[in-house]
């Protein structure tokens, strides 16, 4: 399926690596001349086309520490205006437990949260030598 959606975007070597590496989970090669603002996102044309076209659809981006880094109109409304949280607080895991509103969103809470948190969990295995986890998680 990842190969007909790169096939369908017309996706270079980098761009198609990043969209396996998304889907995988594992790390991206990281290139300063693509990433965000916030330094450690990377945002390729390839990625924002993709995002633009879910626009019925809530969407939102995160980087390797939950840090939401992008959404749309669509996210906004089902979940949270993410504009109006201050930056160093969108984090999905910090908001799943402090903000009521996405704990009233999902039928199943346990078993939704218990989704994140292994995925969490998954992600610091990864990265079990980077310091913001253990801070994380402190």
């Known amino acids: ?6 096939n369908a975007l017309r996706l ?34 390839s990625l924002n086309r993709i995002f633009q076209e879910l626009q019925h659809c809530p969407t ?3 980087d390797k520490y939950y840090r939401i880094v992008g959404w749309n109109k669509a996210a906004a409304m089902v979940f949270i205006d993410f504009e109006k949280i201050p930056e ?15 704990k009233s969103l999902a039928v199943n809470w346990e078993h939704f949260v218990k989704g994140y ?6 992600y610091y295995g990864q990265y079990v030598v980077d310091e913001w986890y253990k801070q994380f998680i402190e």
């Open 60 to 62: 939102i981006i995160s």
């Open 88 to 102: 160093e607080d969108r984090n999905i895991i910090f908001l799943l437990f402090s903000r009521k509103e996405f």
């Open 12 to 45: 270079n070597k980098d761009e198609k690596q990043y969209l396996y590496a998304l889907a995988s989970g594992e790390r991206a090669a990281e290139d300063s001349s693509t990433m965000n603002k916030a330094g450690d996102s990377l945002m390729t044309p």
């Open 117 to 122: 948190l292994s995925i969490f969990r998954s």
């Open 1 to 6: 399926m990842l190969d007909a959606v790169a």
